[in-house]
């Protein structure tokens, strides 16, 4: 079982820079791919960024290639996701995932079914 505290959302203008953590219980989070996902109002949730487990690959949704980065320290069971010049269409509720890489195939990184274990989620908010 593992259990995922995000934090670190806010209000931010477009352009400017927010740092999102999630802190995760339990001894074996280094075995875990680690994603982030994000929610707007009245759309479905999307996958932003993953990370594996030793942290030695990354993947990015396009519209946020090259503005996040996704990184992870397994000695403190700590994922982060670090987005660069925002956008008000980044806007949302952003949500760390866990995924088993056990149970699921390398391709469900790209899809909420693909992922065991939810944080309630953090808001962010990027005026224009």
């Known amino acids: 079982q593992v259990q995922l505290v995000e934090s670190g959302g806010g209000l931010v203008q477009a352009g400017g820079s927010l740092r999102l953590s999630c802190a995760a219980s339990?001894?074996?989070?280094?075995?875990?791919?680690m994603g982030w996902f994000r929610q707007a109002p009245g759309q479905e949730r999307e996958f932003v960024a993953a990370?594996?487990?030793?942290?030695?690959?990354?993947y990015y949704a396009d519209s946020v290639k090259g503005r996040f980065t996704v990184s992870r320290e397994n000695a403190k069971n700590m994922v982060h996701l670090q987005m660069n010049n925002l956008k008000p269409e980044d806007a949302a509720v952003y949500y760390c995932?866990?995924?088993?890489?056990?149970?699921?195939?390398?391709?469900?990184?790209?899809?909420?079914?693909?992922?065991?274990?939810w944080g309630q989620g953090t808001q962010v908010t990027v005026s224009s």
């Open positions: 995932a866990a995924k088993d890489p056990m149970r699921h195939s390398p391709s469900s990184t790209y899809y909420r079914t693909g992922y065991d274990y």
């Open positions: 990370i594996s487990s030793g942290g030695g690959s990354t």
């Open positions: 339990g001894r074996t989070f280094s075995s875990y791919t």
